[in-house]
């Protein structure tokens, strides 16, 4: 694969490289890294959280964006979650590519980044400012670990088989796990 070579770019040559390409890539302190594929349970598990959510917070201002859109951790790193949503006024780049401010970030895990959604990306998105919670949705069982910002700083929280139900207090929902998981075969 191409992108295998590429070792080091310059923000402007991310940009170039990541818009000609025909697959998504992250940027990190200068090395490009190629995102993978997902699954069909992947897939419907991020349509069934935005559209559960969607159903909960239709009535105020809130935007969801899907895994086409870039968010700016900083400067010099820019990642692909699989959903995120922002409460309020969505600050983006002028040509509407990143978003500068989520309120909330979801990852669902594969065994190929499970380790790095749990770790390195998990930093990398806590240090956004604007973000309150992060979601790291497991695919193959009905597990999901909430981490939440809170004044004393990020709180961890697993949920686990179907009737566990998500409070979401800095969106004023709540978001059941059976809701989550419709339709999947776990």
Not at 94 to 107: C, G, H, M, R, S
Request: proline fraction near 4%.
């Amino acid at each position: 694969m191409v992108v295998d070579s590429i070792r080091k770019m310059t923000v402007e040559e991310y940009f170039a490289f990541d818009e000609a390409s025909e697959y998504k890539n992250e940027y990190i302190d200068g090395e490009v890294h190629p995102m993978t594929g997902g699954t069909a349970y992947h897939a419907e598990i991020m349509l069934n959280v935005g559209f559960a959510l969607r159903l909960r917070l239709r009535d105020g201002e809130f935007h969801f964006y899907s895994s086409a859109m870039r968010i700016r951790v900083s400067p010099a790193r820019y990642l692909y979650p699989d959903l995120s949503l922002v409460c309020g006024e969505s600050e983006l780049d002028e040509q509407a590519i990143n978003l500068f401010n989520p309120t909330l970030v979801a990852e669902v895990l594969s065994p190929a980044t499970a380790n790095k959604d749990r770790g390195f990306k998990r930093d990398l998105y806590q240090s956004i400012p604007s973000l309150q919670v992060y979601l790291i949705i497991d695919q193959f069982k009905a597990q999901v670990e909430v981490a939440s910002r809170a004044a004393s700083g990020w709180q961890t929280q697993a949920y686990a088989g179907l009737d566990a139900v998500i409070p979401l207090s800095v969106l004023g929902c709540d978001l059941p796990l059976a809701e989550i998981y419709h339709g999947v075969e776990i």
